[in-house]
Each structure stands twice: as structure tokens, then as C-alpha cells.
């Protein structure tokens, strides 16, 4: 897929794009008074029967494909735009459509990156595994801007760092657990490190874990041939000059030298639930046990990448809970890093042992803010299924932020409460703590959590259980990993910096996007 910003349109396009939403069109003003009438007819049809949502006619002689933006229920108004654009890409790749113009000359710049996202997502496809593999019909997406060309240029440069952080998340949790174990992710963390401006990695193995206390992922990670690791990488966008500048003009207000925000991410590359064993129909899907850690690391080579003028760390917790000699058995205690006795009581509740450590790493560094995000507990999935993500929180401005993240970036987050009635159930005869409680799967979760989170940081944990991954269409994703929750943190990153400005048009940075005089292509 190609993307070409332009300020009036070029008048090679194959066929046009016009939105609408019931009997009105979307930002469009340039149809002529004969087009209007023919539109009006269309719309009028849709309503009739006799046209239906991509109707592909002839208005003022030339193909336009009618595209519904309010066709799903329960969204948004900016996802129903990403939806409309998604379906619109389909179509005409499917009918191998070379160029497509889009009149957008009127359109909001959160509605035109919505839709841009809707097109890249309907770009997306996954098929290392497949023996023949087709390669996609290219489709050009002409934008015509009028007045918002620059504007729009420059959230296209965004949109394309966001999309290939989104394919990365996916890539990696679409394969299989054979081709990605723990060390296998490290490789492709130090990767993505070396070739990522400002950001820095560490890492720890089976052995420094031990010697450091880091016990949760030896616990969990023993008893599989690979060895568990904890990663952590760092970016500092107040030391950039992009950041400096940023802070400078900011202000007062700029709280880019206090903020240290660490996302921390589960990463068991499989999980079969180790000697408490998950029932046969629940494996298969274990490969995205790992999507809190492909969230993590996807969002802050993005953050990098943009620049954002924020202290950002991510903190990626990778074991392989498999079955074998030296797996953990119920009823084994163990002493985390942060000095407290936990008793395991289901070896299939070990997300929460390795997150332990995650936290106390996130302490260790100097976080003020934390996120940590698992696909933890089928409880969230029972709940809230596989369109809204629980989350708990410590600190209410954190919690609304993310809510307001989630809701700019079409992820719908829902706000769970940390019962403390249901904490005694954590407390264990012998041990100071227990992995599991009695009732209420997920607040017991979190609140096992939460006795790991370094006093006086705001704190958030995002159950994407239900999220992460689908085993049927949902909305932008056909089958697999969905990529959730990585525009949501990068977005909280971007306001937490004060800084959301625009970058200097002439300066020259490295990416997938090229500047020409007539046009903006992104390949």
C-alpha cells in the first residue's frame, strides 16, 4: 500500500472514495450539482435495498465507491472511521483498484488519522507459515488535503512509526512458541535496540536472575530447556535535542526531566499451564501468553523512534512455563525480590510471579509511573470479553489518562476496582502471600500486584486477556493477534511529555517515508 498527500487531486485515480454516514457525505464539498443529485439517489438506496455499503458507480462519470462510516455497532465515531477505510482497502485490493482518491479536505486530523489507520490495518497480513505465499495487489491511496496537506504530512509520519510498531507487536505474537522462545525475543529485542536511535537494552539470564533475586522468573521459568530473561530498555527523550527543544518550549508546565514512566510486559513465550495443566483446547492459543511483552517492547522502539521527549523504560518478563524435572510444584515458596514469601498454589497462575519482578525492576530504575499490561486471567476474558480491556489502577489521573488514551486510539478500556475485600484471600498458612485467591479472578490478580508496586508511584495494570488476541474477525483483525493496546501507550508517552509539537519539516530523519515536492509516498 502506497499513501500520496496531495493538495488537489491529480486526476489519475481509478476510481474515488466517498464516506458517508446515513444520507450525508463525509468531507467532501467538490461534487457538482448533477453529483449531489446522483449521490442523494445512492444514499436514498441504501436505505431502499437496491445499493449497498462499497457500491461501486459512476457519479459525474467517474467510479466512486460508496463507504459506509457508522456500518458496526458499539464504536466510536473516529472507529467507525478506521472500520470504513479497513473494509474500503479490502475492496479494492480485492478488485485490484491501482489508485483510489479520497477526498479529505475537510476532515479533522484525528478523523484522517483514524481512517489511515483503517488502511494500513487492512494492509496487514501474516503468512510466514504459508507454503505460497501471494503477494497483496498494491493499492494507492490518494489523499487530497486541500489546506490540511502539510498538517496531514506530518501525522502520516506518525501514523507509519505507529503502524510498523503495531506489525511488529502482531509479527511477533502470531509465532509459534517453537520459533520464539525467551532467548529467541532477546534476539529480536537487542535487534531492535541496536538499529533504534537513543534506546538502550539490558539483560539478564537464568543465572544473574538468581544471583539478583529475581525469583519469580526462576520459579516460573525452571522447569522448560529455555532459560527464562528479563529485559530492560531505556530511552531518554529529555536528552535528545528534539526533547530539549520540546521542554524548553514547553515551558513551566513540561514535566519531561521528572516523569519516568515504565511499561512492563508479561512474556511467556507459551504456557501450558505447568503441572496444574491447561485443558487441550486452551494451548494453542498460549503463543500470545507473550502479548504484554510485544506490546512493551513494540511501543517503546515507536516512542524512540518519534522522539517523544519522555523518560520511557520497558520492561519485558520472558519464561517458557513448560513441564519438566525441575518444574515448580504447588505448594513451593519462594522469596520475590521485594523480600516477600509467595506460596504457588497453581502453577497456571504464574503471569503474576514474573510481573512481580517486572515491577521491582520498574522500582529499581525509578519509575514514577507504571503500566503493566498481561493477557492474565480468563476471569477479564468471562467478563468483558474480547473488545474492551479491564484495568486497574492506584492513582486516579493515571487511570483517566489511560481512558483517554485508549478512547483518541479507538481501545476501549474499562476501569476495574481494587477490592481490598478480596485481599485476605491472598494470605497463605506458611507464606506471606499466596498466587491465587479465593473469588473474583482478576481483582485478585491485580491485588496480588499490587503488593509489588513501589510505594508512591501511580500504578496501572491492564488485564488484555480478552484483547490481545482473537480466534475470529474482529473488526480490523481477521484471526490472531489484534496489536492492542501499543497506540494507547504510545499516546499516553505523547501526553505525558507536554510535548506534541511538530517537528522541523527540514529535518532529515531516517524512516519509510519520502518527501517530494508534488506528493508524500509512504511504501
Request: net charge negative; hydrophobic share 40%.
Amino acid at each position: 500500500m502506497k499513501i500520496n498527500i496531495v493538495t488537489t487531486a491529480s486526476g489519475k485515480a481509478n476510481a474515488y472514495a466517498l464516506f458517508f454516514v446515513k444520507k450525508s457525505v463525509q468531507f467532501s464539498n467538490v461534487l457538482s450539482e448533477d453529483a449531489e443529485k446522483q449521490v442523494e439517489s445512492v444514499l436514498n438506496g441504501m436505505d431502499d435495498g437496491p445499493f449497498e455499503n462499497l457500491e461501486f458507480l459512476e457519479i459525474d462519470n467517474l467510479p466512486t465507491i460508496f463507504v459506509n462510516a457508522a456500518k458496526e455497532r458499539g464504536l466510536s465515531s473516529l472507529d467507525h472511521l478506521r472500520m470504513a477505510a479497513y473494509r474500503l482497502a479490502k475492496r479494492a485490493s480485492k478488485r485490484q483498484i491501482p489508485m483510489v482518491s479520497i477526498m479529505l479536505a475537510d476532515a479533522a486530523p484525528e478523523q484522517f488519522k483514524s481512517i489511515l489507520h483503517g488502511l494500513y490495518y487492512a494492509d496487514y497480513k501474516f503468512d510466514a507459515y504459508k507454503s505460497k505465499q501471494k503477494e497483496a495487489f498494491q493499492v494507492t491511496f490518494e489523499i487530497v488535503a486541500g489546506d490540511h496537506a502539510t498538517e496531514f504530512k506530518k501525522i502520516a509520519e506518525d501514523v507509519a512509526i505507529e503502524n510498523k510498531a503495531i506489525v511488529l507487536a502482531k509479527n511477533l505474537i502470531n509465532t509459534c512458541a517453537s520459533d520464539l522462545y525467551p532467548a529467541e525475543f532477546v534476539e529480536n529485542a537487542n535487534t531492535i535496540a541496536k538499529y533504534t536511535p537513543g534506546l538502550s537494552i539490558k539483560v539478564r539470564n537464568m543465572k544473574q536472575l538468581e544471583k539478583e533475586g529475581f525469583m519469580g522468573h526462576v520459579t516460573v521459568g525452571k522447569g522448560s530447556s529455555h532459560e527464562p530473561y528479563m529485559i530492560t530498555l531505556s530511552y531518554d527523550g529529555t536528552k535528545s535535542a528534539r526533547g530539549k527543544s520540546a521542554a524548553k518550549s514547553a515551558g513551566k508546565n513540561a514535566r519531561t526531566s521528572a516523569d519516568h514512566l515504565v511499561i512492563v510486559g508479561k512474556g511467556l513465550t507459551f504456557d501450558t499451564g505447568g503441572l496444574c495443566l491447561k485443558p487441550p483446547k486452551s494451548m494453542p492459543e498460549m503463543i500470545s501468553d507473550m502479548s504484554g511483552a510485544a506490546t512493551a517492547l513494540a511501543a517503546i522502539q515507536a516512542i524512540a523512534t518519534l522522539e517523544l521527549p519522555i523518560k520511557v523504560s520497558a520492561v519485558c518478563c520472558l519464561a517458557e512455563n513448560a513441564i519438566g524435572n525441575k518444574s515448580v510444584l504447588p505448594g513451593d515458596i519462594f522469596t520475590a525480590k521485594n523480600g516477600k514469601t509467595v506460596m504457588v498454589d497453581n502453577t497456571d497462575a504464574e503471569g503474576r510471579l514474573v510481573l512481580s519482578d517486572g515491577l521491582a525492576e520498574a522500582g529499581l530504575i525509578g519509575a514514577t509511573h507504571i503500566v503493566d499490561l498481561a493477557t492474565l486471567t480468563g476471569a477479564m476474558v468471562r467478563a468483558l470479553g474480547y473488545a474492551v480491556a479491564g484495568f486497574f489502577s492506584n492513582d486516579d489521573a493515571l487511570a483517566l489518562n489511560v481512558i483517554n488514551c485508549g478512547e483518541a486510539c479507538c481501545e476501549k478500556f474499562w476501569s476495574m476496582p481494587l477490592e481490598e475485600e478480596y485481599a485476605d484471600a491472598l494470605k497463605d498458612h506458611f507464606a506471606d502471600l499466596k498466587n491465587t485467591g479465593s473469588d473474583a479472578g482478576a481483582i485478585a490478580a491485580a491485588l496480588f500486584l499490587q503488593e509489588f508496586v513501589p510505594e508512591d508511584t501511580a500504578w496501572a495494570h491492564w488485564d488484555i486477556a480478552g484483547t490481545a488476541f482473537v480466534n475470529k474477525a474482529w473488526k480490523y483483525t481477521e484471526y490472531g493477534a489484534t496489536g492492542f493496546g501499543v497506540q494507547t501507550l504510545i499516546e499516553l508517552a505523547r501526553r505525558m511529555s507536554s510535548a506534541n509539537e511538530e517537528s522541523d519539516a527540514s529535518e532529515d530523519v531516517e524512516s519509510d517515508i519520502n518527501i517530494c515536492d508534488d506528493e508524500y509516498k509512504v511504501c
